[in-house]
């Protein structure tokens, strides 16, 4: 358990990278790395860096040091070690997937409009191969600002031809949380055949994994948002690898998803690290890190909801950890993203991004928004961010929304206002 107060000082120590002047608000594209997890990577290249398997004892160290960390990983999300694969990324997890599938042609699959490319495009190309219908799961309620995965818009979509189902634990835009559980409950009551897989990159940084209760089939996120080094991981159920052909070597067995899957994508450096991730979120625990979270966005949406004539926010306006995480963003009226983050970075040290993030479909087909490449102005928080930076972060951009700081002012106004 944590000690209270928050000592977010003697947090920010376990982080090399927080030293710099940098302030980093652009978590959500990849978290800083543990000094625990960079002197185990370190440790292990300079003494443990042979092939796994071999009999001879440094190779059975470092056989042992993988398999640990696969199972810390394993357990981490409440599964069984033969029912997890590493990876590069979860874009290449779900590529991947796709591939081993099987399906029939006539199928249908739901692919949500507030998904990250990442667990759209393998799926979009798969129906192509395989003359699969999809249905594209557009939120009916709030879909200019705060659209939502709801259990009735889902239940309006599904068929007894429904093989998948796939959608995003949180946006990396909006911040909104999804009831996974709710959505597996409709899916399962529909029909029990039906396929979940669902995209965790933009949740895992900031609340407990539960992969059993949630009722997933599918489930993958990026240990190197999550404080880790850069390798992904993708949760398989035993029950769903039977709907898997193998991509592994013919003389592999199908005995775990690592074997069927693995294609030996996941670096042994980054994947036997992933106890040290573990134990430092043990340690903390996390109803500190998500209360420290809670607060440091609202501070944010506070200053962002004090101008609704300026500002347009997407996603949940409130900080309830329950409904959100903070990945927060916005518009300000009359101004580019592009010149909004450029201004900032002119007068500051501060480092956020503007764009659509891979979730393009999202600000085109929901949110509207007339030049999804310039997209919004993304501020992504985690725990060992402060309330001093985020404080000083409105301070300066108050005082590029004053100055009309952006680009291309009067053709960005003129598009924004239909959709304000």
């Not at 071999?54 to 990983?73: E, L, R, V």
């Not at 395989?130 to 309620?141: A, E, N, S």
Request: hydrophobic share 40%.
């Amino acid at each position: 358990m944590a000690v209270e107060p928050f000592d977010v000082a003697a947090i920010r120590a376990q982080f090399p990278a927080l030293a710099q002047k940098q302030v980093f608000m652009d978590n959500a594209g990849g978290a800083q790395v543990l000094k625990s997890v960079i002197a185990s990577i370190s440790n292990y290249l300079a003494s443990n860096n042979v092939q796994l398997g071999a009999s001879y004892p440094i190779s059975q160290t470092s056989t042992n040091k993988f398999n640990q960390g696969h199972a810390a990983g394993a357990k981490y999300i409440n599964a069984s070690p033969d029912e997890v694969v590493f990876g590069p990324s979860t874009t290449q997890l779900f590529r991947n997937l796709s591939i081993a599938l099987k399906i029939e042609p006539g199928s249908e699959i739901i692919l949500s409009n507030l998904d990250h490319e990442a667990n759209l495009a393998p799926w979009v190309q798969l129906a192509q191969w395989k003359g699969l219908t999809i249905k594209w799961w557009i939120p009916t309620q709030n879909t200019d600002s705060n659209p939502r995965l709801e259990p009735e818009d889902l239940k309006a979509l599904l068929s007894p031809k429904t093989r998948l189902v796939c959608c995003t634990h949180t946006s990396n835009i909006l911040g909104t949380i999804t009831d996974v559980a709710a959505l597996s409950k409709v899916i399962r009551d529909t029909n029990p055949d039906t396929l979940f897989c669902v995209d965790a990159v933009a949740y895992a940084p900031h609340a407990p994994i539960d992969v059993k209760a949630f009722g997933v089939d599918f489930y993958s996120f990026s240990w190197y948002k999550v404080y880790g080094p850069h390798v992904s991981m993708l949760y398989a159920s035993k029950k769903a690898q039977e709907q898997l052909q193998t991509l592994g070597h013919f003389f592999k067995s199908r005995n775990t998803l690592e074997e069927m899957m693995g294609l030996a994508a996941g670096s042994y450096e980054c994947v036997q690290s992933i106890p040290e991730v573990v134990a430092y979120i043990d340690k903390v625990g996390w109803h500190a890190m998500e209360s420290q979270e809670e607060k440091l966005q609202e501070v944010l949406l506070s200053y962002l909801r004090s101008k609704p004539d300026q500002i347009k926010i997407y996603g949940e306006p409130t900080s309830d950890k329950h409904l959100r995480h903070p990945v927060i963003s916005f518009r300000v009226k009359g101004q580019s993203s592009l010149g909004i983050i450029d201004a900032i970075e002119a007068r500051s040290d501060y480092g956020c991004r503007n764009g659509h993030f891979y979730s393009k479909r999202l600000l085109e087909n929901v949110l509207k928004i007339p030049d999804a490449d310039d997209g919004v102005v993304r501020v992504s928080l985690l725990h060992y961010n402060t309330v001093e930076e985020v404080e000083g972060l409105f301070k300066v951009l108050d005082e590029v929304i004053k100055e009309g700081a952006g680009k291309d002012v009067q053709d960005v106004e003129r598009k924004d206002i239909a959709n304000w």
